[in-house]
């Protein structure tokens, strides 16, 4: 029944800027540890007679965040008014850029190549937050005021993956760019989903209900795919589909309805008499423009181009330090190495055990050494994975691999004369007879008894591989 559908997806995200201080004010932007109402100005309160004064920071950030979104910069913006009456706005309207924002026209290329345009970018202020306890509400405006960019995509996406593909991608250029901290659990990045169904090829699309507030990837992707099916089931019921806003509860899998729109929102907006338009000069956006760093799409290509696995980039790309250091990796050797790398990163690195080390701590010039070790047959794989984990340690940071593989006991055995020797001692054994009359009856599987042996004798250092070689010249 599905098939004969396609939804569209339209997604709204609210980026927390990682400032200082508030939009409009000199306190303290971050909350997360304070009291309520700890870190509030008189113009969070809205005291008459305060006046807002623009922090620069967050426009500088604001900036970095259009850029990341390849968005044009448009050097006037100007911010308005937004007004509804909710408790957790003691000004009755929320200052936003609704006529002219800072950021234009911009695209975010997905993993899977699929674009997603994007309208604009705007600044606003965050509000406060309620918290109902059941007959009344408490008002906490430490939030209130805090600088956020407010990015509005295109109808471009046509499938819950996609949405969330989109939203994970968001979430590496913001904190890429340095615009955002990225914090998904502290509300730093929300997600307003819209969602509208019609029939495959259709020239309208169908009503659209809005998804608010989500924070977290994997319901983005549970709460598209709902309300795909939702509104598919109403459809083929000839029933209508309702203009509204719905929540998403995470427990039950389901969006429940929270407010109709039946006519727009009007909020009359109209520009702020207290912030004067903001007139930015080419330069100084350049300037910010060429203090960019490289972008996921950009590791992207160049993995891509060197043959890491596309699943070890996509987990690789949620780790910037990491990133940065693997394309430092191939700069200095050549793709072989990288992969092997990038491998190490992702199968031991990431691996739960090893969280919270510092990911800075290794250098590319250590990182390449071992896997060039590694690859020499120096180091057994599970040797590789131990030096790996010890050059994160902080007390082996300037070390070379090598020394720290020698110092640990791990370097394998590859001198021949000192793998011959222990060879001989090993078929000198009683234990070693029968297996070596059964090697010479061509029982293969007698080669890995004595094999074993070996590598017992050279305490694990032996190279296996050499070693076997070794043996079956010595046994004829
Ligand atoms: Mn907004």
Same mark, same amino acid.
């Given at each position: 029944?599905?098939?004969?559908?396609?939804?569209?997806?339209?997604?709204? $995200? @609210?980026?927390?800027?990682?400032?200082?201080?508030?939009?409009?004010?000199?306190?303290? +932007?971050?909350?997360?540890?304070?009291?309520?109402?700890? $870190?509030?100005?008189?113009?969070?309160?809205?005291?008459?007679?305060?006046?807002?004064?623009?922090?620069?920071?967050?426009?500088?950030?604001?900036?970095?965040?259009?850029?990341?979104?390849? =968005?044009?910069?448009?050097?006037?913006?100007?911010?308005?008014?937004? @007004?509804?009456?909710?408790?957790?706005?003691?000004?009755?309207?929320?200052?936003?850029?609704?006529?002219?924002?800072?950021?234009?026209?911009?695209?975010?290329?997905?993993?899977?190549?699929?674009?997603?345009?994007? @309208?604009?970018?705007?600044?606003?202020?965050?509000?406060?937050?309620?918290?109902?306890?059941?007959?009344?509400?408490?008002?906490?405006?430490?939030?209130?005021?805090?600088?956020?960019?407010?990015?509005?995509?295109?109808?471009?996406?046509?499938?819950?993956?996609?949405?969330?593909?989109?939203?994970?991608?968001?979430?590496?250029?913001?904190?890429?760019?340095?615009? $955002?901290?990225?914090?998904?659990? @502290?509300?730093?990045?929300?997600?307003? &989903?819209?969602?509208?169904?019609?029939?495959?090829?259709?020239?309208?699309?169908?009503?659209?209900?809005?998804?608010?507030?989500?924070?977290?990837?994997?319901?983005?992707?549970?709460?598209?795919?709902?309300?795909?099916?939702?509104?598919?089931?109403?459809?083929?019921? =000839?029933?209508?589909?309702?203009?509204?806003?719905?929540?998403?509860?995470?427990?039950?899998?389901?969006?429940?309805?929270?407010?109709?729109?039946?006519?727009?929102?009007?909020?009359?907006?109209?520009?702020?008499?207290?912030?004067?338009?903001?007139?930015?000069?080419?330069?100084? &956006?350049?300037?910010?423009?060429?203090?960019?760093?490289?972008?996921?799409?950009?590791?992207?290509?160049?993995?891509?181009?060197?043959?890491?696995?596309?699943?070890?980039?996509?987990?690789?790309?949620?780790?910037?330090?990491?990133?940065?250091?693997?394309?430092?990796?191939?700069?200095?050797?050549?793709?072989?190495?990288?992969?092997?790398?990038?491998?190490?990163?992702?199968?031991?690195?990431?691996?739960?055990?090893?969280?919270?080390?510092?990911?800075?701590?290794?250098?590319?010039?250590?990182?390449?050494?071992?896997?060039?070790?590694?690859?020499?047959?120096?180091?057994?794989?599970?040797?590789?994975?131990?030096?790996?984990?010890?050059?994160?340690?902080?007390?082996?940071?300037?070390?070379?691999?090598?020394?720290?593989?020698?110092?640990? +006991?791990?370097?394998?055995?590859?001198?021949?004369?000192?793998?011959?020797?222990?060879?001989?001692?090993?078929?000198?054994?009683?234990?070693?007879?029968?297996?070596?009359?059964?090697?010479?009856?061509?029982?293969?599987?007698?080669? =890995?008894?004595?094999?074993?042996?070996?590598?017992?004798?050279?305490?694990?250092?032996?190279?296996?591989?050499?070693?076997?070689?070794?043996?079956?010249?010595?046994?004829?």
């Amino acid at each position: 029944m599905s098939d004969k559908y396609e939804m569209t997806i339209g997604i709204e $995200c @609210h980026v927390q800027l990682a400032t200082k201080t508030k939009l409009f004010s000199g306190i303290d +932007n971050d909350a997360r540890d304070k009291e309520p109402n700890a $870190c509030v100005s008189p113009g969070d309160y809205a005291i008459p007679g305060t006046l807002p004064v623009l922090n620069e920071a967050a426009v500088g950030l604001a900036i970095r965040g259009g850029l990341a979104l390849k =968005g044009k910069v448009n050097l006037k913006s100007r911010f308005d008014r937004k @007004h509804y009456f909710y408790p957790d706005l003691p000004g009755g309207y929320q200052r936003t850029q609704f006529f002219h924002p800072i950021i234009g026209e911009g695209e975010v290329v997905l993993p899977n190549g699929n674009r997603v345009g994007i @309208h604009h970018a705007h600044l606003e202020e965050d509000a406060g937050k309620l918290t109902h306890f059941g007959d009344y509400s408490l008002v906490d405006l430490n939030r209130a005021g805090t600088p956020l960019i407010e990015i509005v995509s295109h109808p471009d996406i046509h499938s819950a993956e996609d949405a969330r593909l989109f939203a994970e991608e968001l979430w590496r250029l913001m904190t890429y760019s340095g615009a $955002c901290l990225g914090d998904l659990y @502290h509300g730093n990045m929300r997600f307003d &989903v819209n969602v509208s169904v019609a029939e495959k090829g259709a020239k309208e699309l169908g009503i659209r209900t809005e998804i608010k507030n989500i924070n977290s990837f994997r319901s983005i992707e549970r709460a598209a795919a709902y309300e795909f099916e939702r509104h598919v089931a109403l459809i083929e019921n =000839g029933e209508a589909v309702k203009r509204e806003t719905r929540g998403w509860n995470d427990a039950t899998g389901k969006t429940t309805g929270q407010r109709s729109k039946e006519t727009a929102d009007d909020y009359l907006q109209f520009p702020d008499s207290d912030v004067p338009p903001l007139n930015l000069t080419k330069e100084y &956006v350049d300037e910010i423009a060429a203090k960019m760093p490289k972008l996921p799409q950009d590791y992207r290509a160049v993995f891509r181009e060197a043959g890491v696995a596309d699943k070890t980039i996509e987990t690789l790309l949620d780790h910037q330090v990491l990133a940065e250091r693997l394309g430092q990796v191939l700069e200095i050797t050549d793709m072989k190495i990288t992969i092997k790398v990038a491998n190490l990163f992702v199968g031991t690195l990431l691996a739960e055990e090893n969280s919270g080390l510092n990911y800075r701590a290794a250098s590319a010039e250590r990182l390449a050494e071992l896997a060039k070790m590694n690859e020499d047959g120096e180091l057994s794989s599970t040797a590789t994975k131990q030096v790996l984990v010890a050059l994160y340690n902080k007390n082996n940071g300037e070390k070379l691999t090598k020394a720290l593989a020698k110092e640990m +006991n791990l370097l394998q055995e590859n001198n021949d004369a000192a793998l011959g020797a222990i060879i001989d001692e090993v078929l000198a054994d009683k234990a070693a007879a029968s297996a070596i009359a059964d090697i010479k009856n061509g029982e293969q599987k007698a080669i =890995g008894f004595l094999i074993g042996l070996i590598m017992k004798k050279s305490q694990g250092k032996a190279n296996p591989g050499r070693a076997r070689e070794l043996l079956l010249k010595k046994i004829g």
